[in-house]
């Protein structure tokens, strides 16, 4: 195989897709090692490609294979075919595997042909599944033969784009195809049986989408920029546009040609420009543009596909925007001679006019040279590239030196005219120049002025003079003085001379001050017409005294309440500066007493000392420890300061516990003792309290009564807090417990638990009638028979006064109390029924050792 490049096929390389023949550097392929040929046709793919571009080229080639004679010897021969050969005619049925008789039966050979490519065209309108070609192996006689399909488009993604049926081998494709998208697939076609055992090797399968024109052509911009200069040839190159189509570059479907649609303006010639068809590059055509009259062109480009076939092809379009730029056609002229200006005195580099000037070229055609007869005045640049007035501006125009100028202007392009241009290029006028007396403001001679003094001076002290100078020496005019800005209110300006005096005392430690310096801003303004004024201001510098006693740093400290745990740094702080600071001197003052006992300071440099204590132990609080720091003034400054230390118990590593932190927020030992004495007390009080309100309630419980127990008729049964169940107090039933509305709920009652303050049943005895006429000796027998009935009577309340409490159910450790009958085991005391009153006389008979007296 050959193949060429622009490069004379320096470092191409050759592949092919087979594994049984290869391609040398020359072009000769070669079989890599024995192969024996299944079919009288061999497909082979080879590929050409650059390592540096990274390249690729494609190409096929068909061998047809001779059959081998029974008879001759010699091994079998192959010839490529040529381009245009007939190849044998197929079917849609492929066997890439073939198999051979042979003397000792049937052998299966190793695959040595692959698939030519499949070809399916993109957007295809179906129906899908399209099938695309039948895969078959001839051992499909003998066993059951599973086929299936892997790589990209089948297995993976994008997943099932191509399908085979497992049975038939029938390969299809399930949905449109865009070349766009992919240009070609790479399957491997497998061959197993039933049991998943491989039967056959896989074979490679290339399915290549076969381009349609479904792409239109798109510009890489939708807006293109060029320009020409102006007088520019015919032939001239513009600019370049470009449009890309995705379709198949190398068939007519990506084939781009580029042509003109309008041009706009159609002047000088409605075709001032062509575009070349291929390559999108726009030249001049016509002769004739000329900036001055035509600045631009926009020129719409239209793309077509299909070599350009307007019938056929997809066309896109875009707007090409041509600048026509300036050259050097046109010398400056001015278009009079003499000027005569009137302007101000006093405007420093401001325009006093503009010259008129006529010049048609843009800029840097239009950047002119100029040359001036008088010193005091120049030209500033101009400001656009048209423009047609410009200024002339004056150094120093000052009335009271000169109060009229005479001058020669002269203008002339800085680039030389373009070739064929016979005019003069340059231009000259004169210029007079009048000058008008103006009010101008007065000017402080030495602005910004600075003066030094010590600060604390007294008010009233005169500083200095800060006077102006009005300039407008032929106008009788007087100048006075004001405050602009003083932020302290420290100075006062007298308005007529400018002299400054002290307002109150300057102090360098204020807010005011930066970096020592006061400023202040004095207004000086004339009584002119308009009037006019002017600024000036005045900086102080502000000298140091030791005004400023030091102050003791910190405020605060915290210690433990031993020594040699830790120590407090302390420092000073001072408004003055050096040499009115440090080194300070620490000391502790002699009174009271307690201070040099218990603290001592250590000196550690200039401006650093320690305090710490001298003590052995000192009880945890809050002390006052006053310090005197003195400076290095001259006279040195002191202060008393007092700093709050806090001292408190400390554990090893030197910080404070729980109880020292407290005892350390301002409570001593004493004060805590007191206050844990206080609490003691209260809880003792409380105490007592308790104690006797229980006594008291039991002396109430155990009190007698004041009348005999004989008389006494009253229900006197203590009511005590009723217990809860007992050990099976969840087996009870609660309906037991419920007071019965009938005496019939009574007598049917079920055997079990019963209540022993129902009402009993039987005769009740008859109460004596109360006489309608009492009479005092007939009163004491009927409350004596009433008693008596009452004490006899079964029926009345409380029946039978034993408590009731919660059922404790079937399995309680204590006995029944429903009812008096009850046997009790052991020997009790009863006698205490005798003092129960006559409702338990009965009890006490049968219980009691008998009534008591």
């Given amino acids: 195989v050959k193949f060429n490049n622009c490069a004379g096929n320096k470092g191409v390389r050759y592949e092919t897709n087979s594994l049984d023949f290869k391609v040398r550097a020359d072009g000769t392929v070669y079989a890599a090692h024995h192969v024996q040929m299944p079919s009288k046709q061999l497909i082979l793919m080879v590929t050409a490609w650059d390592p540096q571009t990274l390249g690729r080229w494609e190409a096929i080639v068909r061998f047809l294979v001779a059959e081998k004679s029974q008879h001759s010897g010699h091994k079998p021969k192959g010839r490529k075919t040529v381009a245009g050969e007939a190849a044998p005619q197929q079917s849609d049925t492929l066997l890439p595997w073939r198999q051979h008789q042979s003397a000792n039966g049937l052998r299966r050979q190793k695959r040595d042909w692959v698939i030519p490519p499949i070809n399916v065209p993109e957007n295809s309108r179906g129906p899908f599944p399209q099938q695309l070609v039948r895969i078959r192996s001839d051992k499909d006689k003998e066993i059951h033969i599973r086929y299936s399909i892997t790589g990209v488009g089948a297995d993976q993604p994008p997943m099932e784009v191509f399908s085979i049926d497992p049975v038939s081998g029938r390969m299809y494709v399930t949905r449109p195809m865009d070349r766009e998208e992919r240009a070609s697939y790479h399957l491997r076609a497998h061959a197993v049986d039933m049991n998943g055992n491989k039967v056959e090797n896989p074979i490679d399968l ?20 060029g320009s020409v200069d102006e007088g520019s040839k015919p032939g001239t190159y513009v ?16 084939m781009v040609r580029y042509r003109i649609v309008t041009q706009t303006p159609q002047s000088p010639s409605q075709n001032m420009f062509t575009i070349n068809s ?66 101000s005195a006093h405007l420093p580099c401001n325009g006093v006019t503009r010259q008129q000037r006529a010049l048609r070229d843009g800029t840097p055609h239009a950047t002119c040279t100029r040359v001036l007869t008088h010193s005091h005045f120049s030209f ?24 009229a100028f005479m001058l020669t202007v002269m203008v002339s392009n800085q680039a030389p005219l373009a070739s064929g241009i016979q005019m003069s290029f340059q231009s000259t006028a004169g210029v007079t120049i009048s000058v008008t007396d103006v009010n101008e403001a007065p000017y402080f001679p030495t602005n910004h002025k600075l003066i030094r003094l010590e600060e604390g ?37 007298n308005a007529t001379n400018g002299q400054i005096t002290t307002a109150a005392v300057l102090d360098r430690e204020s807010d005011y001050i930066k970096n020592n310096v006061y400023e202040a801003t004095f207004l000086a303004a004339d009584n002119g017409i308009p009037p006019a004024s002017g600024t000036g201001t005045l900086q102080i510098y502000l000298i140091d005294i030791n005004d400023n006693a030091p102050e003791l740093l910190p405020k605060e400290a915290q210690i433990c309440e ?5 120590v407090i740094n302390i420092t000073a702080a001072d408004a003055d500066i050096d040499p009115n600071v440090g080194p300070f001197v620490f000391e502790l003052p002699s009174v009271p007493s307690a201070v040099r006992k218990n603290w001592t300071i250590t000196r550690l440099n200039g401006d650093y000392a320690q305090l710490s204590l001298r003590i052995m132990y000192l009880e945890a609080g809050v002390y006052d420890v006053p310090i005197i720091v003195t400076d290095s003034g001259n006279p040195p400054l002191y202060n008393t300061s007092v700093i709050k230390v806090k001292v408190c118990p400390c554990d090893e590593n030197g910080d404070c ?52 127990p004989e008389d006494d008729v009253r229900d006197n049964i203590l009511k005590y807090d009723e217990e809860g169940g007992g050990e099976e107090d969840q087996d009870y039933d609660l309906s037991q417990l419920q007071q019965p509305e009938t005496m019939d709920h009574v007598l049917n009652k079920t055997p ?47 029946y039978d006064s034993l408590l009731v409490f919660d059922y404790e159910g079937s399995g309680s450790t204590a006995g029944s109390v429903s009812s008096l009958n009850s046997s009790s085991s052991g020997d009790q005391d009863y006698d205490y029924l005798n003092d129960w009153g006559p409702r338990f006389k009965k009890l006490a008979d049968m219980y009691g050792g008998g009534e008591e007296d």
């Fill in 206 to 225: 290339y399915i290549y989408v076969i381009d349609m024109n479904d792409n239109r052509p798109e510009f890489i911009n939708q807006v293109y920029n």
């Fill in 239 to 254: 600019m370049t546009v470009t449009a890309n189509d995705a379709d198949d570059s190398t068939t007519a479907n990506g």
């Fill in 278 to 343: 291929e390559t999108g590059d726009i030249v001049t055509v016509a002769a004739g543009l000329d900036r001055e009259k035509v600045q631009q062109y926009i020129v719409i480009v239209q793309a077509t596909d299909m070599e350009g076939n307007l019938n056929y092809g997809l066309s896109n379009t875009a707007t090409a925007i041509i600048t026509v730029t300036d050259v050097n056609d046109n010398p400056p002229e001015f278009t009079t001679s003499t000027v005569s200006i009137n302007t």
């Fill in 380 to 403: 500033s640049q101009p400001r656009g590239p048209r423009e047609k007035m410009q200024h002339l501006a004056a150094a120093a125009v000052d009335y009271e030196m000169n109060r």
């Fill in 457 to 493: 001076v007294p008010t009233g002290t005169v500083l200095t003079t800060f006077s102006a100078v009005d300039p407008d020496r032929f106008m009788q005019q007087a100048v006075r003085y004001s405050k602009l800005s003083d932020p302290a209110n420290w100075l006062n300006i």
């Fill in 562 to 566: 031993k020594p040699n745990l830790n």
């Fill in 657 to 708: 516990t729980t109880i020292g932190a407290v005892a350390a927020a301002g409570l001593g030992t004493g004060a805590i003792i007191a206050i844990l004495i206080c609490i003691i007390i209260l809880l003792t009080m409380v105490l007592l309290f308790v104690v006797w309100m229980k006594r008291r309630e039991k002396e109430r419980h155990t009190k007698q009564l004041l009348i005999d």
């Fill in 752 to 798: 079990g638990v019963r209540r022993v303050d129902e009402r009993p049943i039987g005769a009740e005895p008859q109460y004596p009638i109360r006489p309608v006429i009492p009479h005092p000796g007939d009163i004491g027998d009927f409350i004596n028979e009433g008693l008596r009935a009452a004490d006899n009577d079964p029926t009345a309340p409380p």
